[in-house]
């Protein structure tokens, strides 16, 4: 870790923090029931998003899933636009037409949330061919749950990617559910990242609440994309600290979420360990989360002042030329 | 009085009636218990919406939780069919139909046909459909007019609590392979329903309006919104006859050219978007076999031509609502040559 310096470090906690901010806020306001539809939200999987997409640039695509809006902050798509997307205003990512499941900046890299579960996987394998098709070193991320692991559409992907030597890192993102449904139940192998091997690519497993641990694994995979050497699968293991979407009672689950929160939750981690080897100080660390926090509240209130889409947008975008 | 209970209890009321009745149905999909492996409660959601809640603990092995893997489980239901069970599997929203059509449209379907007339599938696919629940694009579809376009498929969509219970006890005593469609935004709706089994046989429509003015076809949530229309409609001197043919196949299209012979006017109500709908369907059935009962141009209220959108602003103008429908009636009531 010594070789992240500074600012890295500091971009790398405010990027985590912005992500947990918004979540938990958007958790707060659903409950007031301003906030239509389904909503997963990402808290305590941080270090996922962030450790990986620390490693992307402007070349490089990402697709997510129902659970998006992390992997969109850490790919940069605006906080104000995603907020406003969530409360289906006119003024969102996609122009309120959306949603949470929906979130998508194209220009930033980001190829959308995504409502369908193994709907990113297939995407990625696209947009790495056309990445290497255009040779400037470009890689596909695919992040995909424990659940989506699962689907047809995933493990086809890896099979393709391996075969046609993409640029493609595939996340699997581990934490221990898929709905109310336990992933030591559904992944009939261990782990995930054994499944690699039968693809033919390399399988790693990480401490999804260990941003460093995280950040090194895709360093590798994303370096290794870059230089022609092929994909790789990540597998990361964490927790979500809510329900599967904002409702869900848990009734599934015992004691994991107080426990991941106080004894694994990577922002906690990551301040203990950035501070302990005097590369941050909690004062540097502590503007962050002002600042994020000022973010995040100007954000939810510009999307509740802004407006809905007019009703002439109803039909609209549904092709470029018709 | 009768007793009444909600769309979502008539459903899971049939699968018990039918668990118990037949050991070879079965039910299974994605939490349609929950909490396979986990430390907390079995059972824990009886499907996202609750739908086959309690199953699991009154029938011992026979609600199977399933993998992510629409194609291997709806494939696996079929399968399981053609060799005696009877499987009632759960693909959770519609919109889901496109990672597992293949085993629904070229295995399911069309078994019986491809091998002489010598195979049942007699498997039933539950299924949610339609807008209303800001869950946008890929998750509020009204897609049963794909599944109606493929011979082989019976296509059932209950509008009431008393349908949804026949409705589901004929899709699994039925030899043929049944895509049964719940409409999200009609689960808590209530109604009466008998307490004993019963069956509603498919291609019977219901008319749950008589009137002599206008027949107004409705499919599924839409046959609730054309009540309401007709009612409002009837203050003004126009009197509907609402069908509701519960299977968009087989089509009951005896019991809508009858009504449109008498009434000579049509309005068709169908939330699905515009191209290829049930709407147009039932128009050019009407428009070749009851031409000359026409006195006036078919009406289609519909979604447009797009995605559903996720804004609430938007959605609520994106589904057919009662004002839309009484415009529709009232534009073929008052047409003049
Ligand atoms: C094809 C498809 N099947 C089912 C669903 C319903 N669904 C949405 S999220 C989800 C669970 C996904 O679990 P996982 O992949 O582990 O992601 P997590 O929610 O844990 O982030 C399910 C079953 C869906 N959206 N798409
Ligand atoms: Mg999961």
Redesign the pocket.
């Known amino acids: 870790m010594s070789e992240i310096d500074e600012i890295t470090l500091l971009d790398a906690y405010r990027m985590m923090r912005t992500i947990r901010a918004f979540e938990e806020r958007v958790h707060e306001e659903f409950a007031t029931g301003e906030i239509p539809g389904f909503v997963?939200l990402y808290a305590g999987e941080e270090a996922s998003a962030t450790g990986v997409c620390m490693h992307l640039d402007a070349r490089d695509t990402i697709a997510s899933?129902?659970?998006g809006h992390g992997h969109c902050i850490a790919k940069g798509v605006d906080v104000k636009a995603m907020m406003a997307e969530i409360y289906g205003r006119g003024t969102g990512s996609c122009r309120g037409k959306g949603g949470s499941m929906h979130i998508a900046d194209l220009t930033k890299g980001m190829l959308g949330a995504n409502?369908?579960?193994?709907?990113g996987p297939p995407l990625i394998c696209g947009t790495a061919l056309a990445a290497k098709h255009e040779g400037a070193g470009g890689v596909g991320v695919a992040f995909?749950?424990?659940?989506?692991?699962n689907?047809g559409t995933t493990l086809e992907s890896l099979n393709l990617a391996s075969v046609w030597n993409l640029p493609a890192v595939f996340v699997a993102?581990?934490?221990g559910?898929?709905?109310a449904t336990s992933?030591s139940w559904s992944v009939a192998c261990d782990n995930i990242a054994d499944r690699a091997a039968a693809f033919g690519m390399p399988g790693v497993i990480v401490d999804g609440f260990d941003f460093f641990a995280v950040h090194e694994a895709a360093g590798e995979a994303i370096s290794r994309a870059r230089r022609g050497g092929g994909p790789t699968l990540i597998e990361v293991k964490l927790t979500?600290y809510f329900g599967?979407f904002e409702g869900d009672q848990q009734t599934y689950r015992a004691g994991e979420v107080a426990h991941a929160r106080e004894n694994l939750d990577c922002l906690l981690r990551f301040r203990t360990r950035v501070t302990e080897r005097d590369l941050l100080t909690d004062k540097q660390l502590d503007a962050v989360d002002v600042e994020v926090d000022a973010l995040i509240d100007a954000a939810v209130a510009e999307a509740k002042r802004a407006p809905r889409p007019a009703p002439g947008d109803l039909a609209t975008d549904v092709y470029v030329t018709y | 009085m009768a007793r009444t209970i909600s769309y979502r209890e008539a459903i899971n009321e049939a699968l018990a009636q039918e668990m118990e009745r037949d050991p070879r149905v079965i039910v299974m999909g994605?939490?349609n218990a929950g909490g396979a492996g986990s430390p907390g409660e079995d059972d824990a959601w009886g499907g996202?919406l609750g739908v086959t809640k309690g199953l699991y603990h009154r029938f011992p092995g026979r609600v199977l939780d399933t993998p992510?893997s629409?194609s291997a489980f709806i494939g696996a239901a079929i399968g399981a069919a053609t060799r005696g069970m009877r499987p009632v599997a759960e693909l959770?929203?519609i919109d889901?139909m496109g990672?597992c059509f293949d085993q629904i449209f070229n295995q399911a379907a069309k078994f019986r046909y491809m091998f002489g007339g010598r195979a049942i599938t007699p498997v039933t696919v539950r299924t949610m459909y339609g807008a209303g629940l800001r869950a946008a694009a890929?998750?509020s579809q009204s897609l049963y007019p794909i599944f109606t376009h493929i011979p082989g498929l019976k296509v059932v969509l209950p509008s009431s609590p008393y349908e949804a219970k026949g409705l589901m006890i004929q899709s699994i005593r039925d030899d043929d392979p049944v895509i049964f469609c719940e409409h999200k935004m009609l689960y808590d709706t209530v109604g009466e329903v008998p307490e004993e089994s019963y069956a509603i046989p498919f291609g019977e429509a219901g008319i749950v309006r008589e009137g002599g003015d206008v027949t107004v076809v409705a499919f599924g949530r839409m046959v609730g919104m054309a009540e309401q229309a007709a009612g409002q409609l009837a203050g003004d001197g126009i009197e509907c006859e609402v069908i509701d043919p519960r299977t968009t196949s087989p089509l009951d299209t005896e019991t809508i050219l009858e009504s449109v012979e008498s009434t000579g006017r049509l309005v068709v109500v169908d939330e699905a978007t515009p191209r290829c709908n049930m709407a147009t369907d039932v128009c050019a059935l009407v428009a070749q076999e009851a031409f000359g009962a026409l006195r006036a141009p078919v009406q289609m209220v519909t979604a447009p031509h797009a995605p559903v959108p996720f804004s609430d602003a938007l959605e609520d103008l994106y589904i057919p609502d009662p004002q839309r429908i009484a415009n529709a009636v009232k534009s073929v009531a008052g047409w003049k040559r």
């Open positions: 997963h899933t129902h659970r409502g369908i579960v193994g709907g995909f749950g424990d659940g989506a692991s689907q993102e581990n934490n559910y898929a709905e992933s979500r599967h | 994605e939490d996202v992510i629409e959770m929203f889901f990672v890929q998750h």
